[in-house]
């Protein structure tokens, strides 16, 4: 395909053809002006076809083997007759740009099932890691037929604000028997979370998972749930053994189940919608800033001033924000 044309995109991804789908996420990840309003237009002619999926986010501590255990739910579901889109947002170097996880060879087992979508996304210099354009590859993935979506994150950290306000369900993995438990996660992101698993449970760590699973438990309990009806359970799970595994599954869809029938899940999406229509419009205003002209003659001026404590941060920011609307 020599031309940019969105209805032959639209109608690739629809058709699921592998190799559209894999060109429209690249056209909606690309920084490049034609590109970007190019992927605008496919994005509106596929919305009306996605929003049905399940959306999962899965972030967890050094070493509790989130690679493992998505591979191990997703093989799961697709054995239960789901289509499962991974998209695992990597850190980005920020000296050469470049992703320095490679999700495919972590994930051999899964990448080889036609069921099953894994798209590594570099994170470049979005705040908190969380790819800027992981929103709309979800809801191409979605039209393409694929009903559970996995988000993965690149640890715990701001990435997980980020990733709550995208997904239906968010889950963080835990380690048993790496110290004190408690303190492993801030208390922040057990806020954010609708369960908690406590992964490896297996051979001679079983009993130590158990005894995390009753700290966090007790943790839980002290902090304010997001939702009026449900309570943030605390799972344990060998993703090596698959034990577990389903009854992870089972309670995902239970909260989707009660949040559907409050109607806080439409709300939520709602909210979500409106968020993602805020981030782009700061992104935008920030992109429209910098290429400004005005903007770039005096913006080496206006930061030197300001790191020698001639002008101050609130005045320099309103001179070049002046710029705009000159």
């Known amino acids: 395909m020599t031309s940019y044309d969105p209805k032959q995109y639209v109608q690739g991804v629809l058709d699921q053809d592998r190799r559209l789908l894999a060109k429209t996420i690249t056209l909606v990840e690309s920084s490049r ?23 999962l986010g899965v972030s967890g501590v050094p070493g509790s083997g989130k690679s493992t255990f998505i591979e191990s739910l997703g093989t799961n579901l697709i054995e239960s007759g789901h289509r499962v889109a991974v998209l695992a947002v990597d850190p980005t170097s920020k000296r050469s740009g470049g992703s320095v996880m490679a999700d495919k060879t972590r994930m051999e087992r899964l990448s080889g099932r036609q069921q099953a979508f894994i798209r590594p996304s570099p994170a470049g210099s979005t705040l908190g890691g969380v790819a800027r354009k992981t929103r709309e590859t979800m809801i191409v993935c979605e039209a393409a037929g694929f009903d559970v979506m996995i988000v993965e994150t690149v640890g715990v950290g ?62 839980l309990h002290f902090l304010w749930p997001a939702s009026p009806t449900w309570i943030p359970p605390v799972l344990t799970c060998s993703a090596l053994t698959m034990a577990g595994i389903e009854d992870v599954w089972q309670t995902v869809m239970d909260h989707r189940r009660r949040m559907s029938k409050t109607g806080e899940l439409e709300r939520k999406r709602k909210h979500q919608a409106l968020d993602w229509m805020w981030t782009l419009v700061e992104d935008g205003v920030r992109q429209h800033l910098y290429e400004n002209k005005q903007v770039k003659a005096a913006l080496e001026r206006i930061t030197r001033d300001v790191e020698h404590g001639r002008v101050s941060p609130s005045a320099a920011a309103g001179e070049l924000l002046g710029y705009l609307r000159s």
């Open 33 to 55: 002006s034609d590109h970007q309003e190019v992927a605008r237009e496919i994005i509106e002619g596929l919305l009306p076809h996605a929003g049905k999926a399940t959306r």
């Open 158 to 219: 701001q990435s997980e604000t980020a990733v709550a306000s995208m997904t239906d369900f968010f889950l963080v993995l835990m380690l048993a028997g790496a110290g004190d438990e408690i303190q492993g996660i801030k208390k922040g992101i057990l806020e954010l979370v609708d369960a908690v698993v406590i992964n490896k449970a297996d051979g001679d760590n079983i009993q130590k998972a158990e005894k995390a699973r009753r700290e966090y438990e007790t943790a």
